[in-house]
């Protein structure tokens, strides 16, 4: 089946540093791919839209200069969250879908980001 | 705007007693409608999901779900739930066209089985 994989796995950073996530579809294109940031406990919140050639769609209330986004080819998006800052810390989890009619969502393994 | 409730937070139920998790959904069109799967630290799984035709969908490890349009729900059941089925539960609806590919997810429910 359709595997999209997601790294790193979990990362721990400073304070003001970046970190790059990265989301890649393993066995299928994908000319979308989204990114969902989740709390603890909670559901998983959609945060931008990932569209390859272009720019991305962000969620209202999302900032896209604090997480940028690039989708530079059908197989692989990735997320930098900026200038990190401990609220930053949560788990981001990528999903993409397939260029078929009807096709769901694969979700990658998430990430755990943890700014210290 | 579509939006999906999961009226139980926490459900907790005995190895090889039956499962339902309930789902309601607000959704302007015909949904599309999915249940994921999420263990501890780890990303998605899709258990299921319904686009149309037959209202009752089978999905893996056991699981199904009911469409019911007039209730506006998409309840996950299982016959006989496994210790291994312990985890969050996340109801999804949502379009899948292109870039409409949005999900909104109910806040899940959180699994617990008891042997």
């Known amino acids: 089946g359709a595997v999209v994989s997601q790294h790193p796995s979990w990362v721990i950073c400073k304070s003001g540093t970046s970190v790059k996530i990265e989301c890649r579809s393993l066995d299928f294109q994908a000319t979308t791919m989204f990114w969902y940031r989740q709390f603890p406990k909670q559901s998983l919140m959609l945060m931008a839209t990932s569209n390859e050639g272009s720019k991305a769609t962000y969620e209202q209330g999302v900032e896209k200069d604090k997480f940028l986004i690039n989708h530079a080819s059908l197989t692989l998006s990735t997320l930098t969250v900026t200038s990190a800052h401990p609220e930053d810390s949560s788990f981001y989890i990528c999903?993409?879908?397939?260029?078929?009619?009807?096709?769901?969502?694969?979700f990658g393994n998430g990430t755990r980001l943890t700014v210290t | 705007a579509q939006s999906v409730t999961q009226p139980d937070i926490h459900i907790t139920v005995s190895e090889g007693a039956s499962l339902e998790l309930r789902c309601n959904y607000s959704y302007g069109a015909t949904p599309y409608l999915f249940w994921y799967v999420q263990s501890p630290g780890q990303g998605l799984q899709l258990l299921l999901k319904y686009f149309s035709g037959d209202t009752l969908v089978q999905g893996i490890k056991g699981f199904e779900a009911e469409f019911k349009r007039s209730q506006s729900s998409f309840n996950l059941r299982k016959p006989s739930v496994h210790w291994s089925d312990a985890a969050e539960y996340f109801c999804?609806?949502?379009?899948?066209?292109?870039?409409?590919?949005?999900?909104?997810f109910g806040t899940g429910t959180r699994l617990q089985v008891t042997l």
């Open positions: 999804a609806v949502g379009a899948l066209a292109g870039t409409a590919s949005k999900l909104t």
């Open positions: 999903s993409a879908r397939e260029i078929r009619d009807n096709s769901p969502l694969h």
